[in-house]
């Protein structure tokens, strides 16, 4: 196949499914969420349309008026307030992190009792829930 026989099936493909390079509505956005959790079922098979459609979501995320608000909540956060969030979401203790240490130490940290996150606990508590560092630092 040439190169203009790919743009033609590219601009079909675009054509079909708009939301693949930027969404433009709700009903895109719900669109979207569908295909992927079709899609992740073979995701082998699916990474580059995966991948493409997440990037598309992200970006409605970030910039629609619907998570508006929720994106404001989120970049107010500090180190303490994602780690609380996280413990909430895993139904986690002051016992149950043992990446930080002691049941005390857990405890002056979150009352924010003159103790902080080093790049230790933020390090380890990132790999434990699957997300970046970035999410404990202040925006």
């Known amino acids: 196949m040439n190169a203009i026989a790919y743009l033609e099936e590219a601009k079909a493909v675009f ?21 992927v959790e079709d899609l992740i079922d073979d995701f082998d098979n699916n990474t580059a349309l995966i991948e493409r459609l997440t990037d598309a ?8 008026e619907t998570f508006a608000e929720f ?19 895993h139904g986690l203790g002051v016992a149950d992190l043992p990446e930080i240490g002691s049941k005390s130490l857990v405890s002056k940290i ?5 103790r902080d996150l080093t790049r230790r606990h933020i390090e380890a508590l990132s790999k434990r829930f699957g997300v970046s560092p970035a999410l404990f630092f202040t925006r």
């Open 57 to 64: 979501i992200e970006e409605w995320e970030n910039t629609s």
């Open 71 to 89: 994106n404001a909540g989120v970049q107010s956060q500090d180190a303490v307030d994602m780690l609380r969030f996280l413990m909430d979401q």
């Open 15 to 35: 054509r079909a499914v708009p939301f693949l390079s930027r969404i433009h509505s709700e009903e895109e956005y719900q669109a979207a969420l569908t295909i």
């Open 110 to 114: 979150l009352n924010r009792r003159g």
